[in-house]
């Protein structure tokens, strides 16, 4: 039976990771958390690297788990080493059926949307634009781990690029420097500067979220001991650099007070510098950008869903390897599927409030990853790791700590608004249903 093989390298990895993570937010949030804040630069700055500090805390966590069992599924399999099967397979479970699918269906109505501003189409259209989207990734998936990865590095790379390089042009010809220093200062102080400084950083480890993918392809990556840790960590660092560059720039072109009342910052920064004309490029780079995130989720999360087949957890055709191409062709096509269905099924509002209701589940999970790192070591007492997570144990406490204040914000503003209130029990719903799937599933792997 043919099964998958180890294609992806260092540098693959490493631009996977920031791919990864890169959709549509750097180029729309930095408005709204800065507004959060009361106008302070200084404290939107602090945000920023707090919460890229945080998001490196649990990199590097799982570079440990990674380069320890690299197989194929990453987080699933730490969880199910550490926690048992039934956590495990409600992860894969909402993974499946929301997480990935709901995140490929958003990004493809995205990206259909900033291709309307481009090529002005009507609404329909713009639905099957998504749809051929999603079926151009999932091809391309299917014919190949090394062909979908080298799209991601190409993709990756522009978006990138585009991005110190529009950032360098913000800053050489923005005319907004001096109002800088002076907003540094807080604004607001005591409670209220705690309370809304929470709500920043949720917004912002939002923004760096999907670095976690990159764990679940471990079965296809070559020397994981060496590759996982490097590229975590200076994936991590880069992704830093890059939204501290691009909120800078953003700020010197268009000044404190005009960025905080912005919700599509990366276009009017452009626009005030260059002109009406340049906002193109911004809906070009996006264009870029939400395919590649696509892509990413694409070519990572289907082999989730194969490890689970492998466990008897899942479809067992969802296990299958394609003879001549070496992937999980059937995990991949599922997922093609059935995010081509929530496209046709709803606008991108619809996909944002879906993902929004189910995201505080995907923390749970993604605390539940990084505090696996405790049960494994002990399990695992005696015998070699190849990697050591620095900080040990502060670092994966404080990322489990961050995670589990996700979540608890996340309950808490769902009783003090109606509508996030419903997409939360939505979530609950969706969890809930998974545990008689599960057993299902257990009983027939039994039988």
């Known amino acids: 039976m043919p099964e998958l093989v180890r294609t992806l390298r260092l540098r693959d990895l490493f631009l996977l990771f920031i791919g990864s993570v890169i959709g549509s937010g750097i180029f729309r949030t930095p408005g709204p958390i800065l507004q959060q804040v009361g106008g302070s630069v200084g404290i939107a700055l602090l945000v920023w690297i707090v919460g890229g500090v945080l998001s490196l805390l649990g990199a590097l966590t799982y570079a440990e788990l990674a380069a320890t069992n690299p197989e194929a599924g990453g987080l699933y399999c730490y969880i199910r080493d550490a926690f048992g099967r039934a956590p495990a397979f409600l992860y894969g479970w909402c993974l ?21 501003q481009i090529v002005p189409v009507s609404q329909t259209l713009q639905t099957v634009v998504a749809v051929i989207v999603i079926a151009i990734i999932t091809l391309v998936n299917v014919w190949g781990t090394r062909k979908s990865s080298d799209l991601q590095n190409w993709t990756t790379l522009i978006k990138a690029g585009v991005i110190v390089i529009l950032s360098a042009v913000l800053l050489m010809l923005g005319r907004h420097a001096g109002e800088v220093l002076p907003a540094m200062r807080a604004t607001q102080h005591g409670s209220t500067l705690l309370s809304n400084f929470g ?92 395919f590649s995130a696509a892509n990413s989720v694409i070519l990572t999360a289907p082999r989730v869903f194969y490890a689970m087949a492998h466990d008897n957890l899942f479809f067992k055709k969802l296990a299958v390897v394609h003879d001549n191409y070496r992937t999980p062709v059937t995990a991949i096509v599922a997922l093609g599927l059935w995010s081509a269905v929530l496209v046709c099924a709803g606008e991108l509002g619809t996909f944002k409030k879906l993902i929004e209701g189910v995201i505080f589940i995907g923390w749970i999970f993604y605390g539940l990853g990084a505090a696996a790192i405790f049960p494994l070591r002990r399990a695992g007492a005696g015998r070699p790791i190849p990697y050591r997570v620095p900080g040990y144990p502060w670092t994966p ?23 996030q209130f419903k997409n939360l029990t939505a979530a ?3 969890l809930l249903i998974g545990l008689p799937a599960y057993l299902f599933w257990r009983k027939r792997a039994a039988s």
């Open 96 to 116: 499946f059926l929301v997480i990935a699918s709901g995140s490929v269906a958003a990004l493809a109505r995205a990206f259909s949307e900033y291709f309307a």
């Open 199 to 290: 709500l920043a950083m949720i917004a912002v480890l939002w923004a760096y979220e999907g670095w976690q993918f990159g764990t679940y392809s471990a079965g296809e990556v070559v020397d994981p001991q060496r590759a996982f840790p490097r590229a975590f960590l200076f994936g991590a660092l880069v992704l830093i650099g890059l939204y501290l560059l691009a909120l800078i720039a953003y700020l010197v072109a268009l000044g404190p007070a005009a960025t905080a009342t912005s919700e599509t910052i990366a276009a009017t920064s452009v626009t005030a510098v260059l002109g009406s004309w340049a906002g193109k490029i911004v809906a070009l780079t996006i264009l870029v950008s939400t």
């Open 397 to 419: 406490i404080l990322f489990v700590l961050a995670a589990a204040a996700i979540v608890g914000n996340a309950v808490y503003f769902a009783f003090h608004d109606p509508g």
């Open 428 to 430: 609950i719903v969706l």
